[in-house]
Structures are given as structure tokens and as C-alpha cells.
């Protein structure tokens, strides 16, 4: 089983729509856990952190975690042509390594 | 607001010939890591470094590889003699008080 799961998609919405992206983790070790955003041969780009259950939102996006089922969710609202990107679902244990998903590929089409 | 560096962002270089890849991490953190990307996968670890030592490294991370902090800002990692499979995009992160890692834009290596 691999440590982070995420559908790779391509996963196509319209403008405007609301997009959840999903990504489950193996270990209950894992402290915190993170979205990033990753344009084509770009660095990763942090969008969200949270070390919590529950949700937490800033501007567009929410970011749910269920520790009890190990599974964490971002949540795009009012989607825009410049949010195509892969998305990278990522957890970690500490000041060590972090472990990436493969990505799940979001389209918005006009 | 802060980022983190890396230079150079597309480096050449022939089968066997050493590199180093160069990283400015954000000014205050401590922590510093190195992650690869093969073409078309996900992002793979490689090491992390605090206090002037690794911390910890994966299989990756062989006697091929290492990491060097050669003054306050600078951030390094070096290939002894490259492979055609080492040919991928290098990315440097740092982070600082709290756990989330801050990357940079990259370095394309590619061996020929």
C-alpha cells in the first residue's frame, strides 16, 4: 500500500465550479499534512498546512483532515483558469522528510 | 516575501562529470532539504540537514550524493560522477519554526 494516495486524474471542471480533491494516508504516525500546488516544471508551491481534524480555510480553499479515517481534502471554491495545475497531497512526521502523493491533475476549462 | 533560491536552473552535463547544484534556503530557517523529480513522477526525497550534519537521507541519497553548507546562505548538493538516471529536476526546500517545507523553482539536470 503506498504511503499517500491521491487519483491522479486529469480531473476537468468549468470555471467557477467547485473542485474537492482527496488523498488518503496509510500511516497514523503522520504529524502534519499539506497541500502544494505544482505548475509544469515548477517548484511546489505551498497552499495549505494543517496539523489538525477538522477545516481550515483561506480565501478559496479549505483543507480538511480526518485523522480517524486518514484522509484529507482540499476544498476549491469558485475555480479559475489559473488554478490548473497538479495538485500534491504531502505528509510528514517532524523535521524530516516528507512524503508526496502522486498529484492529482486539475483542468479548468473556460 | 522570502524564497528560496536555486541556481543554476538547467544544467548540462556528460555521463561521469561531477555537479553542484546551489540553494539560498529562506534566511531564518534551519532545517534544509533536497527532493528529486524524475520526469512524469512524484516528487522523491533525498536528504535533510540541520545543525551542519544530515539528518537523515533515503536509498537515494548514495555516496554519489552529497550535501554541504558552505557559509551562512548557501545550500549545496553534489553528484560525483553522473548518470543518465540521475537526469531530473532537483528541488531545494527549507523550513523554519513550524514543520511546512518551502521550495524552490528547481534545477533541470540532465545527463548526457
Known amino acids: 500500500q503506498k504511503e499517500v494516495e491521491q487519483d491522479p486524474g486529469p480531473l476537468s471542471v468549468p470555471e467557477g465550479a467547485i473542485v474537492s480533491l482527496n488523498c488518503t494516508y496509510s500511516?497514523?504516525?503522520?504529524?502534519?499534512f499539506m497541500w502544494y500546488r505544482q505548475y509544469s516544471r515548477k517548484g511546489p508551491e505551498l497552499l495549505m498546512y494543517?496539523?489538525?481534524?477538522g477545516n481550515k480555510e483561506d480565501g478559496r480553499f479549505t483543507a480538511q483532515l480526518n485523522r480517524a479515517s486518514q484522509y484529507i481534502s482540499l476544498l476549491i471554491r469558485d475555480s479559475k483558469l489559473s488554478d490548473s495545475a497538479t495538485y500534491l497531497c504531502?505528509?510528514?512526521?517532524?523535521?524530516?522528510?516528507?512524503?508526496f502523493g502522486t498529484g492529482t491533475k486539475l483542468q479548468v476549462i473556460p | 516575501e522570502p524564497e528560496v533560491t536555486q541556481t543554476p536552473s538547467h544544467q548540462v552535463t556528460q555521463m561521469g562529470q561531477e555537479v553542484i547544484l546551489r540553494c539560498v534556503p529562506i534566511?531564518?530557517?534551519?532545517?534544509f532539504y533536497w527532493y528529486r523529480q524524475i520526469l512524469g513522477q512524484k516528487v522523491e526525497f533525498l536528504v535533510s540537514?540541520?545543525?551542519?550534519?544530515?539528518?537523515?537521507k533515503s536509498e537515494i541519497f548514495d555516496d554519489q550524493f552529497s550535501v554541504e553548507r558552505p557559509d551562512g546562505s548557501n545550500f549545496t548538493l553534489k553528484i560525483r560522477s553522473t548518470k543518465l538516471e540521475d537526469s531530473a529536476m532537483y528541488f531545494c526546500?527549507?523550513?523554519?519554526?513550524?514543520?511546512?517545507?518551502?521550495f524552490g523553482p528547481g534545477t533541470r539536470l540532465t545527463v548526457t
Open positions: 540537514f540541520y545543525n551542519n550534519e544530515i539528518s537523515e
Open positions: 504531502v505528509v510528514g512526521g517532524g523535521y524530516q522528510k516528507v512524503t
Open positions: 500511516n497514523s504516525a503522520f504529524q502534519y
Open positions: 526546500a527549507s523550513s523554519g519554526e513550524g514543520y511546512e517545507q518551502y
Open positions: 494543517t496539523y489538525s481534524s
Open positions: 534566511s531564518n530557517h534551519l532545517y
